[in-house]
């Protein structure tokens, strides 16, 4: 079955730095790659995806890049701000013919004002 | 309006009893989840129904039974309770299975067993 990896596990920066998580994925056949965010306490939330036919989209201070070759995406966050602390998850979705996603174990973003 | 719902939203119960998590969806969806969140905040998926049938269920203990009384609503039960069951439980929709589409999280439930 389909594996992700994600890194870093914990990433902490001062507010105004740019953040960069990364993941691969095991199964070529896996074709959307969304990512979520959950607040403390809160329910994950999907904030941006991408499909496979896309190499990169953003969506004002964030953005995702896919590289299909390596097979591995990446999640930037431009100009952090406090709210942007969270874990956030990716996740890959397609491989073997499952619509279920397989969760990387998420990275905890830790924002400094 | 709340989109995905669960309750209870806290849960406190002691070893070797019988507890259920109720879900509720009100946005249509014909595929609902069942995900556990541990303390490390890892992600897996439980089980997942589509259209009231079973779809997937992944390598989880049959002390934990789904059941999907109708497309808007999927309950979990859990039997014979143990110390590692602790964990967020969170229910989730999404449309149809056989498409590439956004997983709506419930709020979650948090199951302290002691």
């Known amino acids: 079955g389909e594996n992700v990896e994600q890194h870093p596990s914990t990433l902490s920066v001062q507010e105004g730095d740019s953040a960069v998580i990364k993941c691969t994925y095991s199964?070529?056949?896996?074709?959307?790659f969304p990512w979520y965010k959950q607040e403390l306490g809160k329910r994950p939330q999907l904030i941006i995806d991408?499909?496979?036919?896309?190499g990169e989209k953003k969506d004002q201070r964030i953005a995702v890049t896919l590289n299909k070759t390596a097979k591995h995406f990446s999640l930037h966050i431009t100009e952090t701000q406090p709210e942007d602390s969270a874990v956030y998850f990716c996740?890959?979705?397609?491989?073997?013919?499952?619509?279920?996603?397989?969760f990387g174990r998420g990275t905890s973003l830790i924002v400094h004002p | 309006d709340t989109a995905v719902s669960q309750t209870p939203k806290y849960l406190v119960t002691q070893m070797g009893n019988d507890k259920s998590i109720k879900c509720e969806q009100n946005?249509?969806?014909?595929?609902m989840y069942w995900y556990k969140q541990d303390s490390k905040k890892f992600l897996k998926i439980m089980f997942s129904?589509?259209?009231?049938?079973?779809?997937i269920n992944e390598t989880v203990p049959n002390r934990f039974s789904p059941k999907s009384p109708d497309k808007a609503h999927l309950n979990l039960h859990i039997n014979s309770l143990e110390l590692g069951d602790s964990a967020v439980y969170f229910c989730?929709?999404?449309?149809?299975?056989?498409?590439?589409?956004?997983?709506?999280f419930g709020p979650g439930t948090r199951l302290t067993v002691l």
């Open positions: 996740a890959a979705i397609g491989g073997g013919g499952s619509y279920i996603p397989t």
């Open positions: 946005l249509g969806h014909d595929t």
């Open positions: 129904y589509n259209n009231k049938e079973l779809i």
């Open positions: 991408i499909r496979s036919n896309v």
């Open positions: 199964d070529s056949a896996s074709n959307y």
């Open positions: 989730a929709s999404s449309l149809p299975y056989g498409s590439y589409n956004e997983q709506f």
